[in-house]
Each structure stands twice: as structure tokens, then as C-alpha cells.
């Protein structure tokens, strides 16, 4: 999730377990524990592309660096803080309760977590809730943020963060619910439209819970559509994208495009250009979200071959783009809500 959600939820549990104790130095230690695991962006840079698949949400994002960091911090913070009288075993379940609750986070929406690593690199990604969202979000800010004006003593300042937690936990078990729901919807519209299919994927679109893209894949073809719970039972419309990869032939073995068809999930298109081979990964979308039969695709990668088009000389992530049209928003608004636009 982005930062700002991850600082919020630190600071709310640190302000739940610590803030009668330390008022608002409970947030503070809340808030720096729950950016903890992403300073992972800092030391990504210092690795070589192809390795750079293996840094962010990996280690810092593992159950091993979770039983780790834990009792040491937990440990210090206690002999930091003894006047407080807070005990070592409240200090690390704090650490604990912040450091998980960041990486279960992190494991609900689609970019992947490897919170097995370094013993596997399976990715968890459930799909239920958007990396930015901000239904999820405003709860805890506007909890944490009301508890910083109030006496630390006082019973309002953990009832207001209190409430903010739990309505952001709410709104979680709803992605959950409605993603069951959806996935129904496109299994229903699938069989209706006699479209064969292997395996299919559900996402929410940036921002909400009531639209959702679905993506299910037969052989070389992806098919996609959107949903939304607003739709009812109504008719999903699928766009058939061909993934194109026989231009992976050649290249298939070598180390960079295993770990760009691993990282995609096999959700992906392949494009020649200008002597170059585009992979782009399609959880991510399109930048019209699929709205339209036509948009640029907003997460891909750039693979510069050898004369003879077997070999990769260099690889590189190409710019997301966000080149959005006239009216994008005021139609994507009217979608969510199951209010659908001829092309």
C-alpha cells in the first residue's frame, strides 16, 4: 500500500497499545515501524535490474525479518523506555502488531508480497483492495490525527483512534466479500458466453471496491473485462488480447524475461517495436482501464535484442503511462456506479 496508509496504520497501533503511556510518541514509534519495511525503495536502486524483482517486498516484507526485528526492538525500546513502565512484552507486541499488520497489507492487493523469502519466492497477492485507496485510508488518518489533539488520558482519544481502526478493518473484510461476489459474476458471464478458460483473476480498479477487472486466460489469449457490483446481473463485455508469445521464443530461458513472466504472473502481452521486444504486465491495467477497445498499457518493459532477435543485450522498466483523454474521470466515475458508454 502506498505510504501514507502504512504510516497511518503504524501510527493508529501505536497509538492503541502506547499512546496512554507515551501520548503521542506511541504514534511516532507506530508510524516509523509501519514505514520500516518499504525503505526497501531505497536499497532496490542499488541492485542491477533484473535483481531489483527480489528486493522490494521481500526480505524487509518476510515473516523472517518480522521474527527478527521483533524481540531486538522490542528489547530496546524496553530498556530506552523504563521510566514508562511499559513491559518487553508489550513493547514487541507492538513491534509485531505493526511490522504484520504492514506486510497482510501489503498481501491484498496485486503486486505480490514474499513474505516467505528468502526460502521461497512464491508472491501472496490476494487482489481484494486497490494499493491506493482511499476508503480504506481516511478512517485511520482522521482517527490518528483526532488522537493528537486530545489528552492522552483521555477515554475519547481511544475511542476516535479506535473507531478509525475499525472501520478501516471493515472496509478490508468487505474488498474480501465483494471480490467473491465478482469473481461469481465473471465465472456466470464467462459460461454464458461459452468462453473457455483456464485460469481467471480478479482486481479492483484504482480507488474502490465496486468495479472490478477480470482477466481470464485460454492458451495465448487473455480475455478482459469489467464489472461492476452496480452492474447487477447484466452482461460483462470481454476484449480478447492476444499475449503474443511465440515472440518469446528465443528468449524465454535467459534470466531478465524469466523474471518479468514470473513477476506478471503469466498475465501478460508481448510487442515487437523498433527492434525491441515490449513485455507489458496487464494486472496493472491499460491507462483508458479497459473502458474503451483502445489505451496505452500502464506497466510494461523494454528489452533491446541482438541483430540476430534471439539475444537480450539489455533490459529496462519502461515509464508508466497515464496519458488519460478528455472526460477519463467523469466516465470512470460513471462506471463504477454500472453506468456503461459506447466506444
Known sequence: MDVITQAALGGAIGEASLGRKLG?????????????????????????????????RSLSHSLLFIAILTPLAGWLL????????ISYRRWSLTVFAI??????LDCLNNYGTLI?????????????????????????????LISL?????????????????????LYLVWGGIAKLYA????????????????????????????LWTGYAE???TLHVGLYSLRDGEGQIEFQ??????????????????????WFSRGYYRAERMAGNLLVYDLRFGRSDLWMKEKGAYIWGYRFELGDDGKRILNFNRKNPNFNLDNGFWSRYWQRIWGIKHKN
Do not use: C
Not at 519495511?37 to 541492485?47: I, K, R, T
Open 99 to 104: 511490522l504484520s499488520t504492514h506486510v497482510l
Open 149 to 169: 489533539f486530545l489528552n492522552r488520558q483521555s477515554q475519547k482519544r481511544r475511542w476516535i483512534n479506535g473507531t478509525g481502526l475499525f472501520i478501516s478493518s
Open 24 to 56: 503521542s510518541w506511541g504514534v511516532v514509534w507506530g508510524l516509523g515501524f509501519g514505514l520500516l519495511p518499504d525503505f526497501d525503495v531505497f536499497v532496490e536502486p542499488l541492485f542491477k535490474p533484473v535483481h531489483q524483482f527480489l528486493v522490494h
Open 218 to 220: 485460454k492458451n495465448d
Open 240 to 261: 480478447a488480447i492476444p499475449k503474443n508469445s511465440y515472440l518469446l521464443r528465443y528468449t524465454s530461458h535467459e534470466l531478465p524475461m524469466q523474471r518479468v513472466l
Open 78 to 85: 524496553y530498556r530506552g523506555y523504563r521510566s514508562k513502565n
Open 116 to 144: 516467505f523469502f528468502p526460502f521461497s519466492t512464491y508472491p501472496v497477492n490476494l487482489n481484494t483492495v486497490f494499493v491506493i485507496d482511499p476508503l480504506y485510508t481516511l478512517p485511520l488518518l482522521l482517527g490518528v
Open 183 to 210: 469473481i461469481e459474476q465473471f465465472r456466470h458471464a464467462l459460461d454464458r458466453q461459452q468462453v473457455d478458460y483456464e485460469r481467471l483473476m480478479t482486481t479492483p480498479t484504482p480507488f474502490n471496491t465496486l
